[in-house]
Every structure is written in structure tokens, then in C-alpha cells.
């Protein structure tokens, strides 16, 4: 008889995939729809062109493109945990992205030293907006949904304001963007270009591939741990599960409340880190938007588990890379956000059919077990 694991893995990973194929066959009818060929859409998918620096190049646009929506999937997972929607990401990663750009324009130090700052600048800016809606549900019952979608809309405009205003840097002549200053050469990140060179294989086009990398696979690591193999893991997963009972065994809900939020909001404060000291170097008008809603659909595609997760943001991340070659196969870009909602969409249902599925497999192995039991208790 097959172990229960094992049994639940293939059934989560079969839904997935069934998932995904029909997500595949709803988009190859939007193409038609749009007066494209499918066969023709999908083989721009792949086509990362026909030298090594092209395939290079790409390859790590889509790894660059995957590693802030790896971050915001984690952040959106810690509260999914928690039984919380933080739909507050959005707003928590720009104001924070625009405080670090500017903190880190403001002064020049070793590289470690600037680097570390902005970073914890960013996660304490993340963290403490995040706080505002905690406080709000904790002290006045306020749905943490209603309060962080409004909290967005804040963030956005002050961010606007703050970007035009006091945070405002040189401009050239000419120059339509609006940015802040520019962060030294000593707040940018290395890249990670090594990972191509090591193997013989040319450096990545333009900025190469982001080493904030490093410090997204540390971070899922380090949640995972967190949560997990923790005793705060526990508590936050069983407090979401059932406040009165965690309340009875010796927790407080209300803290665990608390330290989920403001944890998630933290890792969001990262999520525009990777673009801003890899490649921009300071934060404007063209600064990345929508990656805190993206993260909802990567941390439930990823079953808010940082493997699925990662999987998840690289799959976002090759399917967005896409949007170039489609243009050049007469695609409309739009079938992307297609086939991304279509396929968290199917992957949601997936999902709950197979815990559905696993759940009843699960029963009626304890059934048999139980019956099993009963005869040899008679037969003794």
C-alpha cells in the first residue's frame, strides 16, 4: 500500500499538472479568439533566441523577473498561515522601496555596511506599515482585508507624493522619468553572473543576474525554518487554525496576530530591493507596480510553501519573459494574464479537490485499520 505521504504528494502534483494543461488549452482558445496561431504562441514561449548570450540573457530575465515575486509570495504566505489576507503588499513593498532608495542616497559607506542598511530599512518600513492594519484588527476588530486594501491606495498616492516632493532627486534636461537620487556605487548589489562564467557560458546583457538573489533563497530557507520547525510556527499556524483553542493552550492570538503581520509586511518591505540595487539604483515613475497582488497568485499557486512558491514565481517569471517573443508572433500580450489567471484559477480548484480527495483516502484507510483492529481484538 502506498504511504499516505507519498500518496498526497502525487495527488497534489497530478492536479497541479492537469491544472496547467487546461489552462493551456482555455489559452490556446483566447489565441484563436485573437486571430493567432496557438502552435505559433506557444513556440514563442520558448524561443530564447539562437546564440548563447541571447539564451543566456534570457534565461536570467526570467530568474529576475521570478526573485521580488518569490519575495512577495512568502510575504503573502506568512499571513496566509495565519489565516490572515494581507492584501496589503502592495502598498507596504512600494512605500518601503521609496523610503530604502532614498535612505541609501543619503550616505556613503563601505558596501556591507550600505547595503545592510537598506535593507533593514526596507524591511522595518514594510514592517511597520503592516502594523497599522495588525493594530487595527487586534484593537477595533477591523477586517484586515477592508483595512489593507484602503492602506494601498494611502501608500500609493504618498509614495506619488513623497516621489514628486521631498524625495525628489536631480533630473537632467530632458529626463521625462521623475527618480530619486541615485544610490552610490557601494548601496548595488553584486550579480550573480558567476553561476553563466563558471560554466564557460557568457555573462547576462545589461545588468546580468540580479545577486539578490542570494538573499531570496536564504530568506525561504529561513522562513521555512521559521515556521516549520519553530515553536512561533506552531503558534501562528494554530492560532489561525482556532483562536480559542491556541488561547487555552497557552497562546495569544492576538500577539501571534501581531508578529504575522508585521512579519509579512517586513518581506514585503524587500520585494522592490532586487530591481532597485541590481538595476535602477534609485526609485522612480517607472519604478515595477503589481507585484504585492502577483503575490497572492504565487503564494496560492505554491500552496504558500516556499518550494511551491519558488516554482511558482519562476513560472510567473517565464511567462511574463514571454510577452516580447508574443508580440513578434502577432500574440496579444494580454493572453498572459490569461493564462497566469486561468491557471492559479485551476491550480485553486485543484487543489481543493485533491485535499478533498486525500482526505477521504485518508478516511477510509483509518476505517480499514480500525476494522482490522476490531477483528483480531475478537478473535483474541
Not at 511597520?128 to 484586515?144: D, Q, S
Not at 503589481?290 to 510553501?305: D, E, H, T, Y
Not at 486525500?358 to 481484538?377: D, G, P
Amino acid at each position: 500500500m502506498m504511504p499516505a505521504g507519498l500518496n498526497r504528494l502525487l495527488l497534489t502534483v497530478g492536479g497541479a499538472v492537469v491544472a496547467i494543461v487546461l489552462a493551456l488549452a482555455i489559452s490556446s482558445v483566447a489565441i484563436l479568439a485573437a486571430g493567432a496561431d496557438p502552435v505559433a504562441a506557444f513556440a514563442a514561449f520558448f524561443d530564447f533566441g539562437s546564440t548563447p548570450i541571447t539564451v543566456v540573457s534570457g534565461v536570467a530575465t526570467v530568474i529576475n523577473r521570478a526573485v521580488p515575486l518569490f519575495i512577495a509570495g512568502l510575504a503573502v504566505a506568512v499571513g496566509f498561515r495565519m489565516n490572515l489576507f494581507n492584501i496589503g503588499v502592495e502598498g507596504q513593498y512600494r512605500i518601503a522601496a521609496i523610503c530604502a532608495a532614498y535612505v541609501g542616497a543619503t550616505f556613503t559607506a563601505p558596501a556591507p555596511i550600505q547595503i545592510a542598511v537598506i535593507i533593514i530599512v526596507a524591511a522595518a518600513v514594510g514592517g511597520l506599515y503592516a502594523l497599522i492594519p495588525a493594530l487595527m484588527k487586534v484593537g477595533r476588530g477591523v477586517n484586515e482585508v477592508i483595512a489593507t486594501i484602503m492602506l494601498n491606495y494611502i501608500a500609493i498616492n504618498l509614495t506619488a507624493f513623497l516621489l514628486r516632493g521631498p524625495f525628489q532627486g536631480p533630473r537632467p534636461e530632458g529626463q521625462l522619468t521623475v527618480t530619486t537620487a541615485d544610490i552610490p556605487e557601494t548601496g548595488w548589489f553584486p550579480n550573480f553572473n558567476f553561476l553563466f562564467t563558471m560554466f564557460g557560458l557568457p555573462a547576462p546583457r545589461g545588468a546580468g543576474l540580479w545577486g539578490f538573489l542570494g538573499v531570496a533563497v536564504v530568506l525561504g530557507i529561513v522562513l521555512w525554518v521559521v515556521l516549520e520547525r519553530t515553536r512561533f510556527g506552531f503558534d501562528v499556524k494554530a492560532s489561525g487554525l482556532n483562536s480559542i483553542a491556541a488561547l487555552a493552550s497557552g497562546v495569544r492570538p492576538k500577539k501571534m496576530v501581531i508578529s504575522a503581520m508585521v512579519l509579512s509586511g517586513a518581506i514585503a518591505g524587500l520585494i522592490g530591493l532586487p530591481e532597485i540595487l541590481g538595476r535602477t539604483h534609485n526609485y522612480g515613475t517607472s519604478f515595477t507596480a503589481g507585484l504585492g497582488f502577483l503575490g497572492i497568485a504565487v503564494a496560492l499557486l505554491g500552496r504558500n510553501k516556499p518550494v511551491g512558491i519558488a516554482v511558482a514565481a519562476l513560472l510567473f517569471g517565464f511567462l511574463d519573459r514571454a510577452q516580447g517573443p508574443l508580440q513578434f508572433a502577432d500574440v496579444p500580450p494580454s493572453v498572459i494574464m490569461i493564462m497566469q489567471g486561468t491557471i492559479v484559477l485551476l491550480v485553486v480548484i485543484a487543489n481543493e479537490i485533491t485535499s478533498r480527495m486525500a482526505l477521504r483516502q485518508e478516511e477510509r484507510r483509518a476505517a480499514r485499520q480500525l476494522a482490522t483492529t476490531n477483528r483480531v481484538e475478537v478473535a483474541a
